[in-house]
DNA sequence: ATGTGATTTGTACTATCGTACAAAAGATCA
DNA sequence: TGATCTTTTGTACGATAGTACAAATCACAT
């Protein structure tokens, strides 16, 4: 009986801590920071207000503790991937790997968290718009070194794109992925009907499909200007 | 003297009206919705909170005018430069036309109405993260349109790709579009300051072309699964 | 100059916010 | 059982939110 379950995990309700992270997340994600109240989360969670102070402090404190609980082992899990992708042969696959490794765990969560990945970086994406300060340092001090690992490894495959020109797509794929997050309705309406965008494996398959293809994309020259620019005028 | 300036259009200020649009745009903008108070507004406008009700009567009608503002300007512009795109003989240029066509009026609105379209852009992206609700109800029914178009005319260039594809892939261009607009620093930090993340003109080129080059990639295989999916295994 | 309508100001009201804190309730173990 | 610690509840407080509205101010036609 080295771990006996301390008192700590034994809550009058079974774990109305999680519970409250849980409803947390799922408001924050889908309304913002700010539209949300801590009454609005207790509520949620079939909690008291003053229940949500005594766990986390203050609001931002339950905020901060959702990234803790989740960039841990999100960046772990990515880590694995990377260095399994590294070790494909062939490079386009590996360029595929590489961008999978990315990609899936930011839908499921490795070890998923009472709700999974998704719901996660939906919130991400939700605190990036809002400019959210306390999201704004964790991801500053959390996410950029994996990002750089992402991008180093894209560039090993692909030596002849200027690493500015990775990290602009690199952004461009983070961008689409919190948007297929975000709104994954618009899928749906402007596919009418043919595409679900709520379908987590068929949005994967496609963003990675589409990622992949522009990374291949040639250069941008910056020192000449384009080929041959398209005249489009708006003068009919 | 058929026209006038009728004192509506004389005010003490010059102009307070519009003043506090574009104080509300950029705050907006910037931190979202709800973390915005009418009174923040209005010292940033220079203006008597007050001021704001008279003209928009609540919060939402200060919105939903912003919208009213842009919408109208910019589907125009983009519907002009999507006319023109159309009429680009080359295949491979005319894709790129058209994709030009849907970016650059989201950077810079037609009439540049007292901020740019950059700036109403990105308010678009934080209203869709936050689940806005006024903003849902215009979007709806004003951009589904111009983005069905747009989609028509991708599909049309490129007839062998599923419509389901061109409608993914046009929703990850609108994505890394928001998310460009919304954190333009990220660029500049992964880049290592090679890259100027809020340089419009930079971060259109390389949108433009890593699009085309998205939309030109292989369509899913929807009956058979992938031609040979990389092993990744997180189990070293 | 004066009246009139359009704006701006100042202030007040109610609702709700985040948070604090004491009391109640439950769990744990001597 | 009773002492002690953790958790939950209930309530309250000050701050700030959106909005309303009367008074003050301005522009302008007459």
């Known amino acids: 009986m080295v771990r006996k379950p301390t008192s700590k ?12 992270l849980a409803a947390a997340e799922e408001l924050f994600a889908t309304n913002g920071f700010n539209a949300v109240s801590v009454r ?34 999100m960046n772990l899990r990515r880590s694995e991937l990377l260095a399994a992708a590294k070790r494909v042969r062939d490079l386009q696959d590996r360029l595929e790997a590489i961008v999978r490794a990315y990609v899936v765990p930011a839908f499921t969560s490795g070890s998923d968290l009472a709700g999974g990945g998704a719901r996660f970086t939906r919130l991400r994406a939700v605190m990036s718009a809002e400019g959210n300060e306390v999201a704004r340092k964790i991801i500053a001090q959390t996410f950029d070194d994996t990002s750089h690992a992402f991008i180093d490894a894209i560039h090993e495959s692909l030596p002849h794109i200027p690493r500015t020109d990775i990290v602009w797509r690199s952004h461009f794929l983070l961008g689409a992925l919190y948007y297929s997050l975000v709104t994954p309705d618009r899928v749906s309406r402007l596919s009418r009907g043919e595409a679900d965008g709520g379908d987590a494996a068929g949005a994967i398959e496609q963003l990675v499909q589409a990622t992949v293809a522009s990374f291949q994309a040639p250069p941008l020259d910056h020192a000449a200007p384009a080929r041959r620019r398209p005249v489009v005028s708006s003068k009919t």
Chains 1, 2 share one sequence.
């Open 40 to 73: 609005d989360i207790a509520q949620a969670a079939g909690a008291n207000p003053g229940s949500v102070t005594y766990h986390f402090k203050t609001k931002d404190g339950l905020l901060l503790e959702i990234y803790r609980r989740h960039c841990g082992p």
């Open 9 to 20: 995990e034994t809550a009058r309700k079974p774990n109305m801590r999680e519970a409250i």
